[in-house]
């Protein structure tokens, strides 16, 4: 991207201050004991949301979807490369590839399973499904996407084309992370790989998956092959696969996994260990960290706030609803 520090001095600015009104724990906290739907409701418009009505979750998820919106723009307007961005609503763009394709083997109408969140639009994406032809699709995603589709449509199995489209996602990222030449982001992308490649052999220990699923499910570009998985996936080796300090409380998640412990417990240690590194970006006064922090630190604002109206709406204990959060940015 060839840009300087400098470059961000006023974005990073501006980052900072609004970074002060996204929802900390203690806000989450009270978001959760509110006394009722107006309460919560409440509290979120103090914070800058638009009100909604609070039994209607679908007006819930259009407000996210307003605020996210609203923090790409945002972001757009005043970052030096908007490609940063672009990154990471890459997983948007793959996740509605993944519904379509899907949805066009069944037949069905994937339209209410689409986000707008993505580089994409979800209706250039329904049109090429529907005429079979990705061509039009940027870069490296009309393969993926070719193959994906053809691969569900010889072997019926969903997961294989899935895990085509997670692999082609995470070396997309990988790649632009690096023509970034940004430090901060690559070492961001690289933690993911690895914290989903842990997961990976996770789920493959408990569902006694071969070396050669292995193969095929590792993430490229982490800093764990599948060299040397040929034997069974014990915690020692886990420990010893992911021995950063960094890894340390995925990876005794992990281990209580494969004892038949919680998958979901799992990847909320993986999704806070990403949430820690994003608040290193903290410590550097501007820069491409700046805008990279604030943007994913939206976006667990996002999933918090979903995971508490939802927990509210479903009758959900405090405690019940606290267990399920992750970490808060701020």
Known sequence: MNHRDTDYLYIS??????SQNLFSREKLNRLIAARTGEDAVKLLTENGWAAFAPDDLSACEAEIARQQQESFELLYRYAPDRRMIDLFRLKYDYHNLKSVIKAGALGSDPSPLLSAAGTIPPAALLFAAREHDWTKLPGAMKQAAAEAADLLART?????????LDRAMTAQMLEMARESESGFLLGYVRLMIDLQNLRVLTRAARAK??????????????????????????PELLRAKFAAAAFAAPVEAACSALSGGSLAALDLACDNALISYLRTSALVPFGEAQVIGY??????????VRTV?????????????????RISYV
């Open 295 to 304: 943007l994913l630190a939206k976006e667990a604002e996002l999933v918090s």
């Open 13 to 18: 600015t501006r980052l900072k201050a609004r």
């Open 309 to 325: 109206m939802v927990g509210r709406h479903a009758g959900l204990t405090p405690e019940q609803i606290t267990e399920r959060l």
């Open 209 to 234: 998956k071969g070396y050669d699923y292995l193969k095929r499910a590792l993430f490229p570009g982490g800093g764990v092959t599948a060299a040397g998985l040929t034997g069974e996936i014990t």
């Open 156 to 164: 019926g199995d969903p997961q294989l084309s899935d895990l085509l």
